[in-house]
């Protein structure tokens, strides 16, 4: 697509467009002034003569013409505006179609998908609407994530009215899934919240320090300096606003604290921390101008030197399909030698025969054979031979 054509474009369109109002402006000034001046005439004239003050009225309202005159301007205008329209249609292919991979679409699954996001957001009687009018068979699966996503959403309902016990009881219910998942600032956060809007009552100093006597102390040994300036806050009751603290009843920390939960309840849960419709949405329309653009080449046609660089900004353009971090989808891998499964501190690692193992796994053999970097590696399942060093860390996307 040239850019410098769609930019002269837009200017002539920005043109006619600021010249057709500019004679439609003028149009009705003319008009205007000549009513203003039949309506003086009408004030000071006699009986007799508004006949003939109306019909000369008339005749100059044919003569200026109008209605011809803002047709005319208008047809200018769509003129200009079809071009514009033509030139984007032949810049833009709109049939987005042709990127997509010729496989057959699970309308079962996408209406599926469609359910689950709105049960995430909590319109519930939503996601039920859709679900019996795309004909959907309501499943044991679907009726789980229902009930699911409606006991965090009764979580949050019962947070925005400051009554923290139901958060409080899943949090410590939870407790252990949450520390092996490395959120253990959860809890604290929680008694945080709860601890500045006590002190805002009106026995806020004694309540509060009683509140953080019994649940604030405890995190002191990985949250020193915290509870340290919640203890400060006892000084500034009734006008906390005015202390260094104040940062403490911002309203963004009830927010960042639910979305925290949301995330980490769908950890628990076993669901992913985003929404996998937004995230998939998300990630097609990041990658659909290259996707089109690519295939755009792939089905053309090109010979000689144009076709040699048409090779080459294919390759350019597949080395950009690549999407954010964010939205990258990691597989659980499972080791089919030891069985476990890869995480963060035990990754999958690829062998230059080709197979892949857990790094423990791989560690273990390299032990086996002496513990030196130039010893060779036998795979477990070719018996190939290689070297520690040629071995690299995977990524599944």
Not at 90 to 104: K, L, Q, T, Y
Not at 107 to 113: F, I, P, R
Not at 337 to 346: H, S
Request: with cysteine.
């Amino acid at each position: 697509m040239e850019l410098n054509a769609m930019k002269e474009a837009i200017d002539r369109l920005t043109e006619n467009q600021n010249l057709s109002a500019l004679k439609s402006q003028q149009l009705i000034n003319e008009l205007i002034q000549e009513l203003e001046q039949a309506s003086s005439k009408l004030l000071t004239s006699e009986r007799d003569s508004i006949r003939t003050i109306l019909e000369d009225l008339k005749v100059k309202f044919n003569q200026v013409s109008p209605l011809s005159h803002l047709q005319d301007n208008q047809k200018e205008l769509n003129l200009a505006f079809s071009n514009y329209t033509e030139l984007l249609g032949n810049s833009f292919n709109p049939d987005i179609s042709i990127a997509n991979r010729n496989v057959e679409t699970n309308y079962q699954a996408v209406n599926q998908l469609i359910v689950s996001h709105f049960y995430r957001q909590g319109m519930f009687e939503l996601g039920d609407f859709f679900l019996n009018e795309s004909s959907s068979s309501s499943s044991s699966e679907t009726e789980l994530i229902r009930s699911l996503f409606m006991e965090i959403h009764r979580i949050l309902e019962s947070l925005s009215n400051l009554e923290f016990e139901p958060a409080l009881s899943w949090i410590v219910a939870n407790r252990d899934v949450l520390r092996q998942n490395e959120s253990t600032d959860l809890e604290f956060k929680l008694h945080r919240l709860q601890f500045v809007v006590i002190l805002q009552n009106q026995n806020g100093i004694e309540e509060s320090f009683e509140y953080a006597r019994e649940f604030v102390t405890q995190f002191s040994a990985d949250h020193k300096v915290e509870v340290k300036r919640l203890m400060s806050c006892l000084w500034w009751a009734g006008r906390m606003e005015k202390s260094p603290y104040s940062d403490l009843l911002s309203s963004s920390n009830f927010e960042n604290f639910a979305d925290e939960l949301m995330r980490e309840y769908c950890k628990v849960i076993g669901k992913s921390e985003k929404c996998p419709l937004i995230t998939t949405v998300t990630a097609g329309v990041t990658n659909l101008p290259i996707l089109l653009r690519l295939t755009n080449l792939l089905i053309g046609e090109g010979e000689g030197e144009g076709k040699k660089e048409d090779l080459e900004t294919m390759i350019d353009l597949a080395g950009r399909v690549k999407p954010d971090k964010d939205l990258m989808f990691h597989l659980i891998f499972e080791c089919s030698l030891c069985c476990g499964k890869g995480n963060r501190l035990n990754p999958p690692i690829w062998m230059p025969c080709g197979h892949v193992l857990c790094m423990v796994s791989v560690v273990r053999l390299w032990r086996n054979t002496g513990g030196e970097d130039d010893r060779p590696l036998k795979c477990p399942y070719c018996v190939s031979v290689s070297k520690l060093r040629n071995c690299k860390q995977l990524s599944f996307r």
